[in-house]
């Protein structure tokens, strides 16, 4: 007897069909998983044999073949057991081939016949809408997460038991709680208020925000570096209903924060400084989102940037440009979104008071300090703020700003910005294009001459012009001004670090 049911592959962060088909037959006892399934999938054998006859029902002994279609897609994971065992139930009679005909099957088996959450069960639910299916049958706790998508039903079953009696129509599959019952969970968030001083560089922490762009601290250790990065996020806007469900979607295909709800936050990733290539941008033998997609929508934040290893470092070079990760493993290539906010945190040497007079580096260890991060990937950072000692009556003095205060700002930046960019598929000032600054960027005639001479005195390059030009946008929207005048892109050169610095001189 052969039984068709419908479960799907993750490849990056996209689903696509798998026909699970299950043939039984008269002949030697065999159990064979064909259709390029890797080695968790193969071992399915063993778990769907142990799972089907620990639940009560007797397991054929049969040939019995399991095709996963297309047989050129290359399949991983365990959460195709449950839709194999499923597949050897109707085959015995004990599910009506009817029941599977409108219904997704996505989850893996213990070897009691439980069954356990599989990863990605939200990019699952998509690919079932996107198929005309009806229903997606999932472990318990992955019912909410299923049924996040309009048009799409999740149905949980704890066992194998219950989903035969479901698909029966004997017993209530678990639901979904209504919205008013599911856990509001408020994330406390570090306020900027625990601040003191700093004003220069919680002006550019505000400005980062309110444009998206990458920021760069430098300075001593214990000066604040770390305490400015974590409270970034607080003056962050929410996520927009599409931004929540691609950030819900990379959080499902890894297995992270997965909730029943939408994630109404940005992501704030800070990796070891340990961290492979692979795991800062993404990839393996099985491609994997690395952190910098894990931070789409929201921010990356890399401490002590200069001890990470420069491979991985380069390799963020292209992502920063583009917002996407092209993985190519043998014949298969995977596409991993990430506009992502990149926030560094570095020491200006091996000792880390370079500076100052406890500096005791020689001049050919700040040479080899320096040249570990190479003068193309800081080209693509916007902001580069040198963060000191704070003094003492700074200390004891009231906070400059809090988080509630720069939200307010930041929104208000923001929304100029969806205004100004509407339709362009850009959602703020980071990531327009050259079109895009010349469509909407307006200088005033101070302001044109000044980024003239600073640019013939060599201190920016090109990408450099078009990165000040965008900071120097967001100044503008922060103070509420439709043209760039001189003010607002001194402000954004001062923020240049080398640049910055030399300014003054050009001007």
Known sequence: MLTRITTFALIGIDPRRVDVEVDIRPGLPSFTIVGLGDRSVREARERVAAAVANSGFEFPQKRITVNLAPAGLQKSGPGFDLAIA???????????????????????????????????????????RDAGLRRLLVAPDRVGEASLLEGVDGVGAAN????????????????????????????????????????ESLEAVTIAAAGGHNLLFSGPPGTGKTMLARRLPSILPPLGPQEALEVTRIASIAGVGVTDELLCTRPFRAPHHSISMAGLVGGGSIPRPGEVTLAHHGVLFLDELSE?????????????????????????????????MLVAATNPC???????????????????????????????????????????????????????????????ARER?????????????????????????????????LLARVYERGLLSARGRHRVLRVARTVADLAGAETVDEAHLLSALALRGDAGAETEAAA
């Open 350 to 412: 091996p000792c880390g008071f370079g500076g100052t007079p406890r500096c005791r580096c020689s001049v050919a260890e700040h040479d080899r300090h320096t040249r570990r991060l190479s003068g193309p990937l800081l080209d693509r950072i916007d902001l580069a703020v040198r963060v000191d000692r704070p003094t003492a009556g700074e200390l004891q003095a009231p906070s400059l700003r809090t988080s509630a205060s720069e939200r307010d700002r930041v929104a208000a």
């Open 160 to 199: 194998l038991r219950a989903v035969v009696e479901i698909l029966a129509g004997r017993a209530a599959p678990s639901r979904a709680g209504e919205d008013g019952d599911r856990a509001r969970v408020v994330e406390l968030l570090p306020d900027l208020a625990d601040v003191r001083g700093h004003a």
């Open 417 to 449: 910005q969806a205004v100004r960019l509407a339709g362009t598929g850009v959602a703020c000032n980071a990531h327009m294009d050259a079109r895009l600054l010349r469509r909407h960027l307006r200088l005033d005639d101070g302001a044109d001459r």
């Open 308 to 340: 990470f290893p420069r491979g991985a470092l380069e390799a963020l070079r292209q992502p920063l440009e583009d917002g996407r990760v092209l993985v190519v493993r043998g014949q298969q290539s995977v596409l991993f979104p990430c506009r992502t």
């Open 86 to 128: 499923c597949g050897v139930l109707a085959c015995i009679g004990c599910i009506a081939p009817d029941a599977l005909a409108d219904i997704a099957v996505h989850g893996e088996l213990r070897l009691g016949g439980e069954v356990r959450a599989a990863r990605g069960t939200l990019v699952v639910a998509e690919g079932a």
